[in-house]
């Protein structure tokens, strides 16, 4: 049985539509992510879900029961808000048992289960502290604790890592997953960070304008986005306005870009007018030096010839800006790795790339 | 000259002024205090032996029960006005919409700005001996020339001084509260009045406190609101103070009750103040 259960749900705030038709089901154990731009209806759901906003219409099932007419501590949720809302007058201990009084754990158990649930957040001694004596990543631990500290049916982060430094933000995203894992929650993670969201999910729902435009597994949004939006949103992209060209070779499609450069793409399923945006991901581009000599092309294969414009070291990448002929600019991200040799601006060279790579809307 | 110099040579005509028209005004209270009064004279006799008299009078216990209208009638009105004050500040706070709460705060700055004798003579004409309300009143048997009654109308008065001005405070310490604490309360199963009694109370009680005290301080040296409501038969201690320094002219004994009233403000602050302090921690 789904642990959530939203069918056609809809939220108005006067004439704006905040959330329109949105249908989601959750398996127990599974963690979804919501992600879209601010203001793409994410927190609304989010909220609906919580009992904090009431929908306009559709359903919302929590464990097979409609929820609709409960209020949020009638409903077993547990969240963990953006910026923690840990109470600032308890305690550790005292936050994290607080939702144990109201949901019938007996009053003998609470302090062990306060003890299991800090050594799961790798907190423990720590009872004792204020959260104001607590680093950033230490209080998120603590909500995380909170909310899970009562069992609830199902756990809803809310941009659960945005209030923490980088690097600090990558490891707790590997601990939050394991800890979601080792206690089995049904989780619901809403955030506008891609990353999180690709790396969080067992399966990313996207958002825009109030609806799900997309939902499928991070490496699916990834590699065949069903939008431009998508493609758009998720991952950089080197985009052309292209039309169809004359030729077609072994199920590719010519494309002539706006500025008159030829690109070799899958034909799209159903043809259109022939107008289509091109989409290649900076990660699918080779650049080669044009003094090299070009090994023979195969249909599947786009070169075209450009001038390096910038070369910026990111650490682990190299991002290349490339321009084309048309002055049309292009990113390319290589790996920062000896055996690639480096480019400077001003060198001729060839842009390449498969054009099974190239997405096509 | 140093910077911390030049600092303190900048709160030097402030810190003037506030000497010479506070500090110094209240000494000479304080030192008008010890000086012995004869009837008949205006003020304490000249150059006469200094004296505890005056305070040793006020252990009678007819002062003691001006003390005890004064208090009792203060701290009832403080305490109902937090009472009525704290749902509709709470309210104002946490409104989505911009206009009702800028609407309400005008209302109730307005009604401040209305002059105590106006409030007190609508009140008077409401709820006096002769009253719009006075038959209903005297169908439902309540004697309004009793001393209780008087006392309820006075207790009307104050609270119409301190449930707006303890809305506005209100307002303030909650907005410095993040909602998502309420939320996040609500969310782990409280309801919403357990949420208010263990997230919302607590973390809004030095505003609670600083109400209160505001509260008192309007009810302890209220004038208008006894004199006419307690049509002479409630006096408060203002009403004394006034009568000794401008009925008899004993200066003396009307400065020894400010001054008794001042320690037992700063006592109240005190307390409060640790009150609240032990209450945050809870």
Known sequence: ?361 | MTAARSKLMLLLPAVAVFVLFLVFPILMVLNESFHTFEPGRIGSVEGGPLTLANYEELFQPVYAQYFAQTYVLAICSSAISIIFAFPIAYCIARTEFAWIQKASISAIVGLMFLSSLVRVYALELTFGSVGVLAPLMSIMDINTNSRLYINFVILAGLLQYSIPMSILILIGAIKNLNPRLTEAALSLGASALAAHITVTIPLSIRGIVSAFLVSMTLGVSAFVIPLILGRGRILFISNLIYSRFSEIANYPSGAAISIVMMVLALLLILVMSRLATSLERA
Request: charged fraction near 20%.
């Open chain 1, 1 to 361: 049985m789904n642990v959530l259960e939203l069918k056609d749900v809809t939220k108005k705030y006067g004439g704006f539509t905040a959330v329109e038709n949105v249908s989601l089901e959750l398996e127990p154990g599974k963690v979804l992510s919501l992600l879209g731009p601010s203001g793409c209806g994410k927190t609304t759901t989010l909220r609906i879900i919580a009992g904090f906003a009431a929908p306009d219409g559709g359903t919302v099932q929590i464990a097979g029961e409609d929820v609709g007419q409960l209020k949020p501590y009638e409903r077993n949720v547990g969240l963990l808000f953006q910026d923690y809302a840990l109470f600032p007058h308890m305690t550790v201990a005292q936050n994290v048992a607080y939702g144990m009084r109201y949901r019938g754990t007996p009053a003998a158990a609470i302090p062990s289960r306060v003890k299991q649930m800090l050594s799961l957040v790798q907190l423990a001694g720590m009872e004792a502290r204020y959260p104001s004596q607590l680093s950033g990543g230490q209080q998120q631990r603590v909500a995380l604790a909170r909310a899970l500290a009562t069992d609830p049916k199902i756990v809803l982060l809310d941009e659960p890592l945005s209030a923490l430094d980088a690097k600090l933000r990558l490891e707790l995203r590997i601990e939050l997953k394991e800890i979601l894992r080792s206690v089995g929650a049904t989780t619901i993670v809403v955030t506008h960070d891609q990353e999180e969201a690709l790396s969080l999910g067992d399966e990313v729902v996207i958002m825009h304008a109030g609806k799900i435009v997309q939902r499928g597994a991070p490496t699916q949004i990834y590699q065949s986005p069903a939008s431009k939006l998508v493609a758009e949103f998720v991952g950089r992209s080197n985009w052309f306005q292209a039309t169809r060209g004359s030729s077609s070779i072994a199920g590719f499609t010519s494309y002539v870009t706006s500025d008159g450069v030829e690109i070799r793409a899958k034909s799209p399923p159903s043809d259109r007018d022939g107008r289509v945006n091109l989409c290649v991901r900076p990660e699918h581009i080779e650049l080669m030096d044009s003094a090299v000599t070009e090994a023979p092309r195969d249909a599947d294969h786009n070169s075209i010839a450009g001038v390096v414009l910038d070369v910026a070291s990111l650490g682990p990448d190299v991002h290349v800006v490339v321009e084309l002929p048309g002055k049309a600019r292009f990113l390319a991200i290589r790996k920062n790795v000896r055996k690639i040799p480096g480019l400077a601006p001003g060198q001729c060279v060839r842009v390449l790339f498969s054009a099974s790579d190239v997405l096509v809307f």
